[in-house]
């Protein structure tokens, strides 16, 4: 029997609230990071491809966006984009932050994931921080409303719980050759992969500081002669007060994130990198098409 024959390959939807630890879970399963994350609610914005390998078995995890109630544009393209990657998936996972629980964002979650055929697994994440008897109480509350095939308990971030539901989303694949070639851990673009890095940092080291709206564009990516990678990327922020806030004082704050940005995208791609950030006001970017694009959101109405 030929190893194309022995394959298997399918696709895992992972789902959850904003701020489950999605992206954490899809980078431990991986194996490395594939997903940014940070401390802000609704982090990821476009549906991403992770590509984990387990033997044989090849599984497509689809980070989305967190579910919520969508009022802008964007929020409406975010949810569309999330419950899209659910579509023709071999399996759900349902991430849930088992210590904030969030209860008035899982209702409508699993009133959509009743009645859907795909199986679906319960994961709830952040174990290491709650305590037993009132994550036993949670499984059960949230088993009672759908049918999940099976409940994880694990800690996405130091990685407990996650190698055995690797073993078990192994278990569930199809028979199939792989979609994608054993090296390759993601379906991003190294342009995008690359705005995403500098969209993490400019979350990271401006917290609450600066409001959700914001964006990185890519603008420039080319190799130079001695194998170095040059990128151009612009900042986009909605109002000019913001300008200051990115910036920083005699544009310290920029040059922080660029250079934690630089070291990081210089690791992944394993070659020296050249990062060059500048700022833009846009005050309706969030309504541009163009811009949707290239973050990678279909356009919604």
Same mark, same amino acid.
């Given at each position: 029997m030929s190893e194309v024959e022995n394959q298997r390959c399918g696709v895992v939807a992972v789902i959850g609230a904003p701020n489950a630890g999605k992206s954490t879970l899809v980078n431990q399963l991986v194996g490395q990071k594939v997903a940014i994350t940070s401390a802000k609610a609704q982090t990821t914005r476009a549906r991403l491809l992770g590509i984990a390998l387990e033997g044989p078995v090849q599984i497509i995890l689809a980070d989305t966006p967190g579910i919520f109630a969508p009022k802008r544009r964007l929020d409406r393209a975010m949810v569309s984009a999330a419950w899209e990657g659910a579509v023709a998936a071999d399996a759900v996972l349902l991430v849930v932050d088992s210590v904030k629980k969030r209860r008035h964002e899982l209702e409508p979650l699993l009133e959509n994931l009743k009645d859907r055929p795909e199986r679906k697994i319960l994961v709830l994440n952040k174990v290491d921080t709650g305590k037993k008897g009132d994550l036993l109480t949670l499984a059960q509350d949230l088993t009672a409303k759908v049918d999940f095939t099976e409940v994880f308990f694990v800690s996405a971030l130091d990685g407990d719980g996650v190698p055995e539901l690797k073993t078990f989303l192994a278990g569930l694949m199809p028979e199939s050759p792989w979609? #994608?070639? %054993?090296?390759?851990?993601?379906?991003?673009?190294? !342009?995008?992969?690359?705005?995403?890095? $500098?969209?993490?940092?400019? #979350? !990271?080291?401006?917290?609450?500081?600066?409001? #959700?709206?914001?964006?990185?564009?890519?603008?420039? #990516? $080319? $190799?130079?002669?001695? *194998? &170095?990678?040059?990128?151009?990327?612009?900042?986009?922020?909605?109002?000019?007060?913001?300008?200051?806030?990115?910036? *920083?004082?005699?544009?310290?704050?920029?040059?922080?994130? *660029?250079?934690?940005?630089?070291?990081?995208?210089?690791?992944?791609?394993?070659?020296?990198?050249?990062?060059?950030?500048?700022?833009?006001?846009? %005050?309706?970017?969030?309504? &541009?098409?163009?811009?949707? %694009?290239?973050? *990678?959101?279909?356009?919604? !109405?």
């Open positions: 979609h #994608y070639p %054993e090296d390759q851990v993601s379906d991003a673009s190294e !342009r995008l992969l690359a705005t995403e890095v $500098t969209r993490e940092q400019l #979350y !990271r080291q401006l917290h609450d500081e600066l409001p #959700y709206d914001s964006a990185v564009r890519p603008e420039a #990516y $080319t $190799t130079r002669k001695d *194998g &170095s990678v040059e990128i151009h990327q612009q900042i986009v922020i909605a109002r000019e007060s913001q300008k200051s806030i990115v910036l *920083g004082k005699r544009g310290a704050k920029i040059k922080a994130i *660029g250079e934690a940005a630089r070291a990081e995208l210089s690791e992944i791609l394993g070659v020296p990198v050249h990062l060059f950030l500048h700022v833009k006001v846009e %005050e309706n970017w969030a309504e &541009s098409r163009e811009i949707f %694009e290239e973050i *990678g959101l279909d356009w919604v !109405r």
